[in-house]
């Protein structure tokens, strides 16, 4: 369906996904889960560090 409606989809890990391209996605759309007392989950845990550290423009 998305393709349909001209929006292309990339599925990645948090672990996988390059924080520098944030800032160039039109759409960002994150399924995540949380472990303990709501820390994110290992794989997640440098992008959620990255995105908390950096003042990314995402005026996109």
Known sequence: MPRKK???VKLAGLDQYRFTDLAKEEYF???ISTQGEGEPPIL???F???LHE???DLKK
Do not use: R
């Open 48 to 50: 959620y560090e990255q």
């Open 29 to 31: 759309f994150v399924v």
């Open 6 to 8: 001209g929006i292309g």
């Open 44 to 46: 997640a845990k440098k």
């Open 54 to 56: 950096t003042q990314v």
